[in-house]
């Protein structure tokens, strides 16, 4: 169990659910936590291949990095729902098709 | 005087008569008598300027004199136009010639032209002509010459045409115009001929390459003989001399300025200056071309009746003369002819003037204008009413006529020395000589037939006979000045013997021998010259009293009738009253087949190559740019241009269906494209 293939498979198995919440939710929080689930399986990456490939913790320290980008994603990605409810009364993206011609 | 101080005296004596015409032309109806005083005020400065130059001539007496100054026209790299003057004794006698001649007739005018409606204009044109005429005298190159001919050609149609409300004096004018070109032609045919073989229009330098060989042989006589086209233009010779009597249309004081001593003379100048070039060959149609003209001339004024005809005729008869002279090499005669004819001719044309004044006079008074004021018919018996115009009149017709004591004799004599001392080396050119000699007869006849017709006899019109009166004083002065000037001491001093011409002129003008390899030298023409003087004077003499002795039977003794004689002569006579049919023929011959070939070929030129070759690259133009223009726009526009972005249009609004505005969508496809990335990846 002490390898890198079993990290590899959860991250793998994680970005498929986040990346199928991605895709099939029409609620825009929901979308947001697909969001989330995909960037913690690129994060159990960075860190499996660190502990295995023996690369002086510059993994986790890049896991850092994205665990702050994702918490800074995660305000701005709120902000614009919550003004997208402001404005339509729902956080249903297929509704916020303003742009489309 | 030097060589500076004669051109700055040259300058003047050109311009001066230029600043004048401008003046006139453009301000000579405002100023006070319409400005005449302005041309008579320039005219007497520029004969002050001769008369001055002529002096120191005759103080340092030197026949070789000769001074040229010059300035660059045009420059090229290696082609150079020079233009400049040459001042030598011929030039400097014929400046004199020109403004005393151009003087006198300023002063004429002044009565002559009187109340005339272009009486300004008049005077700026006479400017005009002395300033030309001088340009041709002084120029020391081909191409002055040449522009300076042509200026003078414009102010002779100018003047001729003054009167151009009549039909007549503006044909006369675009004649004297036309047939002076066609002698041009030839003129310029000759400069070139002369330019391409030697690279230069300078007469000194022209001389030079002709000495040396550079043109020769056929071509030298082809350029001489072209050169010598434009003399028989100017100079009125035959075939090109039938624009002469017509100039007569132009104003009397004209006739005798233009074309009785000057600018007709323009044509013998140019033979004399340019003598040294002229090969055997190319004298040898010179003299015969002088001659002919001479006793051809002669024959045609015996029956005219219009006075000024007369005198017209006797101009081309003697121009002929001096030309004659020019052909048998004994140019130096023809020049001195050139200045006594000058003078006796611009006095019988002046004479003339002043009697048609009177008989004008006359006749307005008595309301008459039918009768023609110029016909000798209508004169006759005015010796005792006019008779300084009678006097003077007479002395330069017996100088015409070559009476020794008279300037005309000296000359005329010196010509037919030269005639006969050719014909003594060339026996089978005995014409020549006699064509001079039957000239100088009827010369002397026709003369005298004015004179007496004119002077003599009973009045034809007693009623307009009472009423003539003498010419005013201006016209006067310039009539005893030139008469006296016809007397043979003005030509001869400081010698007094009036059979010879030794004296001034012949000492100062030097002949030069040609240029032309293989000719006689001056030497011996003028050796020749001298043996035959004798035998000339005496047969000159006796052709000179047996015309006027003739004259004098028929037309004041009425011994022999000059009606009978005519009738008898029917045939003869009408050829030479008529001209011998030389305007007709030329209608006939030349300028209507000319006419009609013109015709033809503005028909070609009009309805068939307009018509149809030019109009029809106009309508293949038209057909070709239609079709193009059907193929560029509804071809190439439309499918290829806009088709294009037709499609783009279309391609656009296909591939906008999949932007559909749905996220989940476009993460689909992101999520296809990573899926088919990897699957060519693991390939």
């Not at chain 2, 008049?122 to 041709?136: D, E, K, V």
């Not at chain 2, 016209?475 to 000037?485: D, E, N, Q």
Request: overall charge neutral; hydrophobic content about 50%.
């Amino acid at each position: 169990m002490d390898n890198l293939q079993t990290y590899l498979y959860i991250s793998a198995i994680l970005f498929s659910l986040g990346l199928y919440g991605v895709i099939t939710r029409r609620n825009g929080i929901a979308v947001l936590m697909g969001v989330e689930l995909i960037l913690n399986s690129a994060n159990i990456n960075f860190v499996a291949f660190a502990r295995f490939g023996g690369m002086n913790f510059s993994g986790q320290v890049f896991a850092l990095f994205v665990i702050i980008m994702a918490a800074a994603e995660a305000a701005v990605a709120l902000a614009i729902i919550i003004n997208v409810f402001n404005n339509l009364d729902t956080v249903n993206i297929d509704d916020a098709r303003e742009l489309k011609l | 005087m030097t060589g500076d101080m004669l051109i700055n005296y040259a300058l003047g004596i050109l311009f001066f008569p230029l600043i004048s015409f401008i003046i006139l032309i453009f301000v000579g109806k405002r100023l006070p008598r319409q400005g005449d005083v302005v041309g008579i005020g320039t005219i007497i400065l520029t004969l002050i300027l001769s008369l001055a130059m002529f002096g120191s001539m005759l103080l340092s007496h030197d026949p070789g004199f000769r001074h040229e100054a010059s300035f660059t026209w045009i420059d090229l790299g290696d082609f150079e136009i020079r233009l400049g003057f040459l001042i030598d004794n011929i030039t400097i006698i014929m400046l004199l010639v020109v403004s005393l001649i151009s003087t006198m007739t300023h002063i004429f005018s002044t009565k002559y032209m009187e109340g005339d409606i272009r009486y300004s204009r008049y005077y700026a044109y006479l400017g005009l002509f002395t300033f030309s005429m001088n340009g041709i005298v002084l120029a020391n190159n081909l191409v002055s010459l040449y522009i300076f001919w042509e200026l003078v050609g414009v102010s002779s149609y100018l003047l001729i045409g003054h009167w151009f409300e009549k039909d007549s004096a503006a044909d006369a004018s675009k004649k004297a115009f036309l047939t002076n070109r066609v002698g041009d032609i030839g003129f310029f045919i000759g400069l070139m001929l002369v330019f391409t073989a030697l690279g230069t229009f300078n007469y000194a330098e022209v001389f030079e390459g002709v000495a040396k060989g550079a043109i020769s042989g056929t071509l030298l006589t082809f350029a001489g003989i072209g050169l010598f086209m434009g003399a028989v233009g100017k100079s009125s010779q035959f075939p090109l001399h039938i624009w002469l009597p017509d100039a007569m249309e132009g104003p009397t004081p004209v006739s005798a300025l233009m074309h009785a001593a000057t600018m007709v003379a323009a044509g013998v100048y140019l033979s004399v200056r340019l003598f040294p070039l002229f090969t055997p060959e190319a004298l040898l149609f010179i003299a015969y071309t002088g001659g002919f003209t001479a006793i051809f001339a002669a024959t045609i004024a015996i029956t005219q009746n219009d006075i000024k005809k007369v005198l017209a005729y006797s101009t081309i008869s003697q121009l002929g003369y001096m030309i004659l002279a020019v052909g048998t090499g004994a140019y130096v005669a023809g020049f001195f002819h050139l200045v006594t004819h000058a003078m006796f001719k611009a006095c019988l044309f002046y004479g003339s003037g002043s009697v048609i004044h009177a008989m004008h006079h006359a006749l307005h008074n008595l309301k008459d204008h039918d009768t023609d004021p110029q016909d000798m018919r209508n004169m006759g018996g005015f010796k005792s009413k006019m008779p300084i115009t009678y006097w003077t009149m007479l002395v330069a017709t017996l100088a015409i006529s070559g009476v020794p004591l008279f300037s005309g004799f000296l000359s005329k004599d010196a010509i037919l020395a030269g005639t006969l001392s050719f014909a003594s080396h060339h026996p089978q050119h005995f014409l020549l000589p006699v064509f001079g000699f039957s000239a100088a007869l009827i010369t002397a006849f026709y003369m005298f037939r004015l004179i007496f017709m004119t002077f003599h006899n009973q009045p034809k019109l007693p009623n307009v006979y009472s009423d003539i009166h003498e010419s005013p004083k201006p016209m006067v002065f310039p009539l005893i000045l030139l008469s006296s000037l016809s007397v043979f001491i003005f030509y001869t001093l400081p010698y007094f013997n009036p059979l010879s011409d030794h004296g001034w002129f012949m000492e100062l003008i030097k002949a030069k021998d040609s240029m032309v390899p293989g000719s006689p030298s001056a030497h011996d023409i003028a050796e020749g010259m001298h043996h035959s003087h004798t035998l000339t004077m005496i047969l000159s003499i006796l052709v000179a009293s047996l015309g006027i002795l003739l004259s004098w039977a028929v037309y004041i003794k009425n011994s022999v009738s000059a009606d009978n004689w005519s009738k008898r002569l029917d045939l003869y006579y009408n050829l030479s009253l008529n001209k011998y049919y030389f305007d007709e023929n030329y209608n006939k011959y030349l300028y209507q087949p000319f006419l009609r070939l013109a015709n033809r070929v503005s028909y070609i030129d009009w309805d068939l190559y307009d018509k149809y070759f030019i109009n029809g690259f106009g309508h293949i133009t038209k057909w070709l740019s239609s079709v193009t223009g059907r193929i560029d726009y509804d071809g190439l526009d439309q499918t290829i241009v806009d088709g294009l972005g037709r499609s783009m249009g279309k391609a656009g609004s296909s591939l906008k269906e999949i932007q559909t505005g749905r996220l989940q969508n476009y993460m689909l496809f992101a999520l296809f494209g990573v899926i088919i990335i990897i699957i060519f990846q693991s390939f």
